[in-house]
């Protein structure tokens, strides 16, 4: 099926033409960009199985060439088209939040940390320097780890914040089973970096916690 064969109600572009995109789900702006499903599965049902696939839109956003190649029905063609676009809106969040105060807007700080973590499955921990005004320095992944767990070691953080001569740090890391919310370990490991980076005069400005769907600041929380 392709969307054209729809009734005209039901056709996403017909709908998010007349109402904007927000009147169009995940799947259907993914069918737009498919066009046609193949033998057996509609357009929609393929848009729907990629989103699942990846976990989400936020999954999408990471996927590479390579990772596309698994979903049956995504010749070169529509592989190459979802790459461009996922690219474009890396480039441009990446773009947006290099040139802006990383703190004037959190909520672009978490968007932008769900973007790159949320559908990992496995744990990393980055570091993004920012300087006096706020302004991103750098997105650092300094470790990578297991499903659970990965090791931190404060020396190459407080190494990485000089060589970047930092004035602040936010702190960013995932938890792949999906829950936002900070362990006490995490609180603990927090402490101890923030305790380091003083000893450099580096402030901790904030630690994110991103989860399948949502991330936590724990600034916002008072555990900073």
Not at 86 to 115: G, H
Not at 176 to 194: C, I, N
């Amino acid at each position: 099926m392709v969307l054209k064969d729809l009734p005209p109600e039901s056709r996403p572009r017909e709908r998010l033409l007349a109402l904007g995109p927000a009147a169009v789900s995940d799947a259907e702006l993914i069918a737009l960009l498919l066009r046609t499903g193949f033998k057996g599965m509609s357009v929609l049902a393929l848009a729907q199985q990629l989103l699942n696939s990846f976990g989400g839109i936020h999954g999408l956003l990471r996927a590479q060439p390579d990772d596309l190649k698994r979903i049956k029905g995504l010749g070169p063609a529509k592989r190459a088209e979802v790459t461009a676009v996922l690219e474009i809106a890396r480039r441009a969040m990446a773009q947006e939040l290099s040139k802006r105060p990383v703190l004037e807007s959190p909520q672009k700080a978490k968007d932008f940390a769900r973007m790159q973590l949320g559908g990992l499955g496995h744990e990393v921990f980055v570091l993004m320097c920012l300087d006096a005004q706020q302004q991103l320095l750098s997105w650092d992944e300094l470790f990578q780890g297991t499903l659970t767990h990965t090791a931190v070691y404060p020396r190459e953080v407080v190494k990485r914040a000089l060589q970047m001569h930092a004035h602040g740090v936010v702190l960013v890391h995932n938890h792949p089973s999906g829950v936002a919310e900070p362990s006490k370990a995490d609180e603990a490991l927090t402490q101890r970096l923030k305790q380091a980076l003083a000893l450099v005069d580096v402030q901790v400005l904030d630690h994110l916690v991103v989860g399948q769907g949502d991330v936590v600041s724990m600034a916002e929380r008072g555990l900073i």
